[in-house]
């Protein structure tokens, strides 16, 4: 579903013809997103089943293929590379099982890569190197956020000012008015299941249905006209969204940090005091994302130049990093397209690439604009 965008229907055929076409290059990738050009003036998307649509669709289109595994819950261990085989060879735990692969991409943070290197350097008979160790203990820093999820029955909770996707807090604003150290506040009603929202009906379905078989993932997409369980675009009445932490918290022990009951409370509060909001919400849920947002220090590039050498001295262009520490780009978008670009990689044989190769190049240094530069010269 995508906010006040008609997205023209595919049918199965073409869908699957342009599956084809965008293991073929970068540019009919895109071609296979119909009516690309709408989504230019876009700023929000969401999924009619959240987040986790996306990983139940590449989970069934993936289980199609009988020469793909999937391994649920299996941790890793290490990761070393294996000079005979020219492979990487994945620990598992607690089976202590070892696999080699021709290629790995890891999502994991600057703490766990560090561990891989010393392993494969130790491996190897060596040490890791102290400035790779130090990229790695600087760059790896994170903060928790507590979001609240609150439901209210009421549609007209908001009044007709309060329309948009929220607000932030920030650090200038006083302590009296924030203490419960909130972030910000996002109307997901105006984001989602809003009536001017419009999804689009399939000549057939991107994906085909399996809701009927209790062991399988849930279909991501059923064909149009199907009846199913309120989700979370069509339920009607106000949603609202409270995050608190972040770097509020950073230097908090997890001792001090407030239970998921008590953020709700907190939540509440705030709610009442910037909006007036009086109401109690029907469903109210809360979750502590531990270590979800990563921070990018000063020299962070540098870190990131130094480990991409590691990666490529060690691994020899066979492990690849992708996700939210990499690139210094969070958002949902830039790791999706970080793990677009690492297949691709993958696939042409681009052992240069490893996710953090363009800080070794001067196209990530900020160019210097002269004082005396207008500001329309600035944009041509």
Known sequence: MVNRVTLTPVNVALHVHRQILALQSRE??????PNLDSFAEVSVYTFRRGLGQITSALEQELSKNKNITILRSAEVKDVVF????????????PAGTTSNYDYVVSTLGPRTLKQFLTSSAQTSGSTLDPKVTKACEHSDCSVNVMVINLYYNNPDLLSPSLRGFGY???????LEQNPERALGVLFSSETSGRSD???SPSDGSYFESIDSD?????DPDPPHGESGP???DTAPGTKLTVMMGGHWWSEWAPSDLPTEEQAIEMAQTLLRRHLNIMESPAVAKARLNRNCIPQYPVGYAQDMATIHEAITSTFHG????AGPWWRGAPGMSDCVLSARESAWAIRDKEDEYTGVQGYTHEAWARTHVPTKTTSTERME
């Open 28 to 33: 009919t990738y895109f071609k296979r997103v």
């Open 82 to 93: 294996n000079d005979s085989k020219n492979q990487v060879s994945v620990t598992q735990t």
């Open 168 to 174: 932030l807090i920030p650090r200038s604003v006083p």
């Open 197 to 199: 929202a419009v999804a």
């Open 214 to 218: 209790p062991g399988s993932p849930l």
């Open 230 to 232: 309120v989700l979370q």
């Open 318 to 321: 066979r492990l690849k990093v």
